[in-house]
């Protein structure tokens, strides 16, 4: 959303306690790579990509060992290099693209 309400409200309906960043213009998507969506970026503690790609193989999380996004944050929190299974797997994004991505296309 784009909306800082709707972010809040977000937030506080999910016990969400970690500060979220409204990439409005698509800066941020951008200086990640991000050319569509749904995507996770998790950034390591030198703010380097650590994980990006695919939330999960499908659009619907429901399988624990297809949770990418899940599982990348845990192995980030006990310092673990990616295995490579979910390096491979997450390598080519689905979803639709992002709305700063079809202005920069209708610009070129």
Request: charged share 25%.
């Amino acid at each position: 959303s784009d909306d800082s309400r709707e972010v809040e409200k977000f937030k506080r309906k999910y016990e969400v306690d970690i500060p979220i960043v409204l990439d409005t213009n698509g800066a941020i998507s951008d200086l990640c790579g991000i050319y569509s969506t749904p995507q996770a970026v998790i950034l390591n503690a030198n703010s380097e990509i650590y994980f990006k790609g695919n939330y999960n193989k499908a659009r619907f999380c429901t399988r624990k060992e297809t949770k990418f996004a899940e599982l990348a944050v845990e192995y980030l929190l006990k310092s673990e290099p990616l295995p490579l299974f979910l390096v491979y797997e997450v390598s080519l994004p689905y979803g639709c693209s992002l709305p700063s991505d079809d202005k920069q296309a209708f610009l070129n």
